[in-house]
């Protein structure tokens, strides 16, 4: 599946918080280290998109993504969620 595809699912899952999350590989004096966070959090499907294509505009050298994420949840029992996958390559 294609980047964009990922970001449409995200923004149109039924679930009502849609958050942006950010992924960077950042040079330290110790070497290379992985960073991922949220970044954004709304209710608001059309203030998501806004804010990613500000984000993405404003930061291209991270890796963002969206996800729709129901409230009142433990996350870790869905099949899939909120998280992006830093490599050992990345950080190399």
Known sequence: MEYEEYIRQGLEGGAPLKIIMSGSVENTDDGNTGVVGVVYATENKALAKLKLQELKEAHPENYYMVYSV??????TTLGHYPSIEISREDLE
């Open 70 to 75: 129901p409230l009142d949840m433990d996350l």
